[in-house]
Each structure stands twice: as C-alpha cells, then as structure tokens.
C-alpha cells in the first residue's frame, strides 16, 4: 500500500511570496495533519483536518492555511513568506487522528531567501 | 498545553549494547506516547507506541516503558546495530486540540 506522498520535496522561494504544498495520504486515511520541522524549534503541530474539515490548530499565524479535499488529499499554504518560514513540512495521515498512529510522508524542504 | 522534554539529545553506544531514551510530559490526560526514527532526508517513521492502559511494550529489539504516575516514558534498544544509528523522537498526545507534541529528539550513534 502506498505511503504519504507530498509534493513537490524541495522549493525555493523568497520573502513576501506564498508556496502551496500538497498531500496525498494513504487510501482510507480520513485525518491529514501537517507539522513544521527547524532545527530550533523541532516539530511543531501546525493544523489537523479530517473529513475537508479543520479539527484542531496550532499556534500558528493566519499566514499559514489549508485545507482538505473530499478524496482526503490537503494542501497547506504560506502568504507573505518570512525567512523564518524556511522548515521541512510533514504531512501525516491516520485512519483518524483521535486513534493516534500517524504516517509521515517525506516532507516538503521549504527554503525562503 | 502538553509539554515533551526528551533526553539526551545526543547518545553514542556501542555496537551491541543498549541503548536508552528518556521523556517526559506534563499533561496528565495525554494517552498515547508513540516513538519515532528520522532517518537523513527522510520524514520520521514510527517504530513503537504506547497507550495509558499499558505499562509496557515490546517488538523484538525495541521496548517502550510508561510510568503515568511520574509522568515519563523510555524507549529501550537492545543489541544496537549500525542501522539503529538515526535521531529518535517521543511525542504525546491527549487530551488538549494540539496533535502530537514532539521532544527536541536524541540522535543515536551507534560506534562500530
């Protein structure tokens, strides 16, 4: 069965510009959570959906949004991209997310310059 | 919100022996405790988990131990090999709205 697929792995942005990142997760996982990797900070929650809906939110800015189709696949998205935006972004799915055992996908290597 | 302190950050050990991880947290409703490996360039893969109910968990070389009363957790790694070598996180996850809350991560260096 395939596992989390997020696209596209590496970009290249710079300030002031939005990146939209993308998130396939595995066929009958109905939650998609997406988590901010730094090396400072280490893997933060940023916000969870299941069902095209937001459940949970981290402490996050409004700059930073999703959402989730109706085949469970998500995109996240970042406005205004700051420096500090630069960060591996993971996306996990779970049959639903209350039940715990998350499945990362790879990670999107965001750079902003 | 949950709180995750995870110790140590780094950890080498020889070939062969054991290794172990220690975490905390502060939520007492938290009631999953999974544990996952980070290889290089790679997103973090779970290997073993835990639930309030149990005291302990085992899966052939891995073991995960909870103490709910003080609040920690521990992942044991037995006979250690050089694939082992990787950075290991803990996480929580209970009764607040915030997913997974990670430790800072221990990278594990196996020494031939």
């Known amino acids: 069965k395939a596992g989390v697929t997020q696209t596209p792995r590496y970009l290249i942005k710079t300030r002031g510009q939005q990146v939209t990142l993308s998130c396939s997760p595995i066929?009958?996982?109905?939650?998609v959570s997406w988590y901010q990797q730094t090396p400072g900070q280490g893997l933060q929650f940023l916000f969870e959906?299941?069902?095209?809906?937001?459940?949970n939110k981290g402490n996050f800015p409004g700059r930073f949004s999703g959402r989730q189709f109706s085949n469970s696949r998500s995109e996240m998205n970042v406005s205004t991209l700051e420096l500090g935006d630069s960060a591996l972004y993971l996306c996990?799915?779970?049959?639903?997310?209350?039940?715990?055992?998350?499945?990362f996908g790879e990670g999107s290597r965001l750079t902003v310059l | 919100g949950e709180n995750v302190e995870q110790h140590p950050s780094t950890l080498s050990v020889q070939e062969g022996d054991s290794a172990v991880i220690k975490c905390t947290y502060s939520?007492?409703?938290?009631?999953?405790f999974p544990w996952y490996k980070q290889e290089l360039g790679k997103g973090p893969q779970l290997i073993i988990d835990?639930?309030?109910?149990?005291g302990e968990k085992k899966d052939q070389r891995i073991a995960v131990t909870l103490n709910k009363t003080a609040k920690h957790f521990s992942l044991h790694i037995t006979e250690t090999q050089p694939e082992d070598s990787a950075v290991y996180f803990c996480?929580?996850?209970?009764?607040?709205?915030?997913?997974?809350?990670f430790g800072k991560g221990t990278h594990l260096i196996i020494q031939p």
């Open positions: 996990a799915s779970s049959i639903d997310r209350e039940e715990g055992e998350l499945f």
């Open positions: 066929s009958g996982h109905r939650s």
């Open positions: 959906y299941f069902s095209e809906t937001q459940r």
């Open positions: 939520d007492s409703a938290s009631n999953y």
């Open positions: 835990i639930r309030s109910n149990v």
């Open positions: 996480a929580a996850m209970g009764g607040g709205a915030d997913g997974l809350t």
